[in-house]
């Protein structure tokens, strides 16, 4: 996967030695995508009772019955507030649940889920990027930069069923956790437009970090194709893959998480100023 985005940063560098007209979005001062993300879905979390016991991950799309492809809306917000500097956004949620007959105990925190019982699980994720960018292309048709950012991830997990607790089975019972985690990372960008209508690009975000009670890493890319349709809409097609893992060590939460969303974003594109 990584070789393949290589190779396409190389082929992009190799295509802009011609000469072409500019793309609008490389000079517009703001630009909006919306549309849909497509992507394959695998989630993994581990919910321990302390710090010293170590529960075992179980996998929600393997173990607990959730399908692992989604369909979901996906939005981004580029803002070039200075000739060489711009800003970007990008959000986007998910929320999925399923039910399975456990063929394994599945431990959640200080409780048991017993396997051969029925249980529901259910997950809400959102994921907000935020990042600052400096240009440093000198050609027209291009575009290539550097920055640094923020991925604010916010992870809401529930089980229903039957429990074990301290040896003594309960029925119907729920329990949850969440966290809200900011995961910062440095980046880089390049875009290349051969006609006023079509643009190639692609992009990277990567880091592994330590902020307070969180610690984990992530991985951020896409490549992609536009098409200018007018002066002002195109669409687009983009293959993004997120990789995001978090170690949490909180009271309400002492465990981890380790998602993974890849898949294609197709979207409308509106650029102006």
Known sequence: MKSAYLATFLLLAICNSATADTHPQLTSKFI???????PRVDFKAGVDASAII???????????GVSNKDTLISGNFDWRFTPKWS??????????????????????GDVIFE?????????????????????????????????????????????????IVNGVQEVNQTR????????PNIGA???????????????????????????????NMAVGVDYQLSKHLGIGAKYQL??????????????NVELEYQGAYIYLSANWG
Do not use: C, M
């Open 242 to 255: 997120i990789r995001l893992s978090l170690d949490v060590d909180k009271p309400e939460w002492t465990g």
């Open 32 to 38: 909006v995508q919306g549309g849909t993300f497509l």
């Open 54 to 64: 170590e529960n075992p991950d179980f996998d929600l799309e393997g173990q607990l």
């Open 115 to 163: 396997q051969g019982s029925s249980v529901s699980a259910g997950t809400n994720t959102n994921v907000l990027r935020t990042f600052v960018g400096r240009e440093f292309s000198k050609k027209e048709n291009s575009s290539y930069g550097v920055g640094a950012g923020l991925h604010r991830l916010s992870v809401n997990l529930s089980l229903s069923g039957d429990i």
């Open 189 to 219: 960008w390049y875009a290349w437009s051969p006609s006023p209508e079509w643009l190639l690009s692609a992009r990277t975000d990567w880091l592994a970090a330590s902020i307070g009670d969180y610690s984990g890493g992530l991985l």
């Open 176 to 183: 949850a956790v969440g966290t809200t985690a900011p995961l």
């Open 87 to 108: 800003a970007h956004l990008q959000y986007f949620e998910v929320g999925r649940s399923g039910t399975a007959v456990l063929q394994e105990d599945v431990d959640f």
